[in-house]
């Protein structure tokens, strides 16, 4: 044999052999490239089961729920838009979820339109601020007031990135603020490797998360942790998550969550009388959350948008939480946000 080619073939594949060690080595610094106009669109799913026992550990049998307790499935479109650009790279965002289902027990309804989140985040992706629509039933919830929603992480879709250059191998651990007034989470992450989702380069990221829960609220429906004469609810979660982020522009391309996490609700005198399981129910959540990226594309080109619902505040009376007819002169197709 020719001993330049030989010698040539042999280079090859010493330069073969080297490119995995080369790829471990190489540093990316995640930051999101935000556009101003952007739209982006994600599958959402999400099965869970929620096992119900009373004080003593017995399972409670309530209609619908089998041996393994209570199923509880959602799905839906979660569309994204970029409504501002910052220059230090943050940038304000919409989500807006469409086309929602939820199947609880046995019986399937569809989710609210209309309801949409304002959030504000850093270069990192860490929420500065959100604001969401009081329009509707979900608001209505006694317990949002202890939600501290204006420092709350950015989560599902989300991910806050660590502020310096990684690479395959690295690890790191964050301290951010958990949704309950006053709590927090704690965030281990890694990057397990590098992979190939539509022909975009990602990394993957696995982080556990763990969340504490502890909640409480007076008979007059305040909130009041830790008074004793309400409704109170404590235990914890943890999220065993995987991202795959585009290494071009930061962006999201899929997650798989995997969550799990036991609860405890004490309710009141008068309404444990009421209840079905007395005034102690030990809850056991399990269930599994995935997102991927459907498309990116331009917010004058959503063909799906739905007006928005109307600002009444009082969504128990009649004609509240219905979308906003337009004025006679506007009666045509709705104007995309």
């Given at each position: 044999?020719?001993?330049?080619?030989?010698?040539?073939?042999?280079?090859?594949?010493?330069?073969?052999?080297?490119?995995?060690?080369?790829?471990?080595?190489?540093?990316?610094?995640?930051?999101?490239?935000?556009?101003?106009?952007?739209?982006?669109?994600?599958?959402?799913?999400?099965?869970?089961?929620?096992?119900?026992?009373?004080?003593?550990?017995?399972?409670?049998?309530?209609?619908?729920?089998?041996?393994?307790?209570?199923?509880?499935?959602?799905?839906?479109?979660?569309?994204?838009?970029?409504?501002?650009?910052?220059?230090?790279?943050?940038?304000?965002?919409?989500?807006?979820?469409?086309?929602?289902?939820?199947?609880?027990?046995?019986?399937?309804?569809?989710?609210?339109?209309?309801?949409?989140?304002?959030?504000?985040?850093?270069?990192?992706?860490?929420?500065?601020?959100?604001?969401?629509?009081?329009?509707?039933?979900?608001?209505?919830?006694?317990?949002?007031?202890m939600m501290q929603m204006d420092k709350m992480t950015s989560m599902g879709v989300g991910i806050v990135y660590p502020d310096k250059p990684v690479k395959v191998g690295d690890?790191?651990?964050?301290?951010?603020?958990?949704?309950?007034?006053?709590?927090?989470?704690?965030?281990?992450?890694?990057v397990l490797g590098i992979e190939q989702i539509d022909g975009k380069e990602a990394l993957q990221i696995k982080q556990y998360i763990v969340m504490p829960l502890d909640m409480?609220?007076?008979?007059?429906?305040?909130?009041?942790?830790?008074?004793?004469?309400?409704?109170?609810?404590?235990?914890?979660?943890?999220?065993?998550?995987?991202?795959?982020?585009?290494?071009?522009?930061?962006?999201?391309?899929?997650?798989?969550?995997?969550?799990?996490?036991?609860?405890?609700?004490?309710?009141?005198?008068?309404?444990?009388?009421?209840?079905?399981?007395?005034?102690?129910?030990?809850?056991?959540?399990?269930?599994?959350?995935?997102?991927?990226?459907?498309?990116?594309?331009?917010?004058?080109?959503?063909?799906?948008?739905?007006?928005?619902?109307?600002?009444?505040?009082?969504?128990?009376?009649?004609?509240?939480?219905?979308?906003?007819?337009?004025?006679?002169?506007?009666?045509?197709?709705?104007?995309?946000?």
């Amino acid at each position: 044999m020719n001993r330049r080619l030989l010698l040539a073939g042999f280079g090859g594949l010493l330069t073969l052999s080297a490119l995995p060690t080369l790829a471990q080595d190489k540093t990316y610094t995640l930051i999101f490239k935000h556009t101003q106009g952007e739209m982006a669109k994600y599958k959402l799913v999400m099965d869970m089961t929620i096992q119900i026992k009373d004080k003593d550990g017995k399972a409670i049998s309530l209609p619908g729920m089998d041996e393994a307790g209570m199923k509880m499935k959602m799905g839906g479109t979660l569309v994204q838009k970029t409504k501002a650009v910052k220059a230090d790279g943050g940038a304000t965002l919409s989500g807006q979820m469409r086309e929602g289902t939820m199947e609880v027990m046995g019986q399937s309804n569809s989710m609210p339109e209309g309801i949409e989140s304002i959030t504000e985040v850093d270069k990192l992706g860490k929420v500065l601020k959100m604001e969401t629509s009081k329009d509707g039933e979900p608001m209505n919830n006694p317990f949002m007031g202890m939600m501290q929603m204006d420092k709350m992480t950015s989560m599902g879709v989300g991910i806050v990135y660590p502020d310096k250059p990684v690479k395959v191998g690295d690890k790191w651990e964050q301290t951010l603020p958990g949704m309950v007034k006053g709590s927090t989470l704690k965030v281990l992450s890694k990057v397990l490797g590098i992979e190939q989702i539509d022909g975009k380069e990602a990394l993957q990221i696995k982080q556990y998360i763990v969340m504490p829960l502890d909640m409480g609220m007076d008979k007059d429906g305040q909130p009041a942790k830790g008074k004793g004469n309400g409704m109170s609810m404590t235990g914890s979660m943890t999220i065993d998550a995987l991202y795959s982020i585009s290494t071009a522009d930061a962006r999201v391309l899929k997650t798989v969550n995997k969550i799990k996490g036991t609860m405890r609700m004490n309710l009141p005198k008068e309404a444990a009388q009421q209840s079905p399981f007395g005034s102690t129910m030990n809850m056991g959540i399990t269930g599994v959350m995935t997102q991927s990226l459907l498309s990116v594309g331009k917010v004058e080109d959503d063909k799906d948008a739905k007006p928005a619902v109307r600002a009444c505040g009082f969504s128990h009376r009649a004609g509240c939480g219905r979308r906003s007819s337009p004025a006679p002169a506007a009666r045509r197709p709705p104007i995309p946000a």
